[in-house]
């Protein structure tokens, strides 16, 4: 069962570098979505799909771009990176899109560190 | 998206029951509760989901009241394992912006 899978874990980036976060997940879900979470603090969302070639801003998108061209795939891009967003992004996904479809899977979290 | 309200910490001993309550005063009809736990350097995990009344599960209870402006995690004889950070949910399917809060952070001693 691998779930919701992010790649890389890890990532040091210099400011104005540009670099893609991979999340797939192989349930089959339409809800996907991306947080950020910085040190000691909750999750803010970046960005949500509700299905294919749908995506939606959450509270925090600036400097992120997101695409979702299949169910499968949910990629973030930094298109210019900055110190401020240094963090560890988390992708989660669900089955449905009422919230008594039930959980949010998460995956394993990717730590970026912008220099 | 309804406003939660958690504390922010909460201390316990091992083999106590934890109570968190989350305050949701703007709660919509069609909002359901969710809570979450996290451990340090993992992402959320669901612990249980309810609309109304009582929800249990193998490893949590959720109390809420009939005016469902608050909700109530109930975590049975804790353990160090327990040690977590706990958020409280509440929304619905339109927009599906599936936002969490500060959370309470929950320490086990032993």
Redesign the interface.
């Known amino acids: 069962n691998a779930g919701v899978t992010q790649t890389p874990k890890f990532q040091v980036l210099k400011t104005g570098q540009s670099m893609t976060l991979q999340c797939a997940q192989d349930m089959n879900h339409e809800y996907m979505s991306w947080y950020r979470q910085d040190p000691g603090m909750g999750l803010r969302l970046i960005h949500y799909s509700v299905g294919a070639g749908i995506t939606d801003q959450g509270e925090v998108p600036n400097g992120y771009n997101v695409s979702r061209s299949t169910t499968e795939d949910f990629p973030l891009r930094l298109l210019s990176a900055a110190p401020s967003q240094t963090s560890v992004y988390f992708c989660a996904s669900s089955q449905g899109l009422a919230w008594n479809d039930g959980e949010l899977f998460f995956g394993e979290g990717s730590r970026l560190t912008v220099l | 998206l309804a406003k939660t309200t958690q504390p922010i910490s909460m201390d316990s001993y091992e083999g106590q029951e934890v109570n968190i309550t989350c305050s949701h005063n703007n709660i919509a009809t069609?909002?359901?509760i969710?809570w979450?736990q996290q451990f340090p350097?993992?992402?959320?995990?669901?612990i249980i989901?309810g609309?109304k009344t009582k929800v249990t599960n193998e490893v949590a209870s959720l109390f809420i009241p009939a005016d469902r402006k608050s909700s109530t995690l109930s975590l049975p004889r804790v353990s160090l394992s327990d040690t977590a950070?706990y958020?409280c949910l509440v929304?619905?399917?339109a927009?599906?912006?599936?936002?969490?809060?500060?959370?309470t952070r929950v320490l086990v001693k032993p």
Do not use: M
Not at chain 2, 95 to 103: A, C, E, H, V, Y
């Open positions: 069609n909002d359901y969710t979450y350097s993992q992402g959320p995990r669901f989901q609309y950070v958020y929304g619905k399917a927009g599906n912006k599936l936002t969490f809060g500060g959370g």
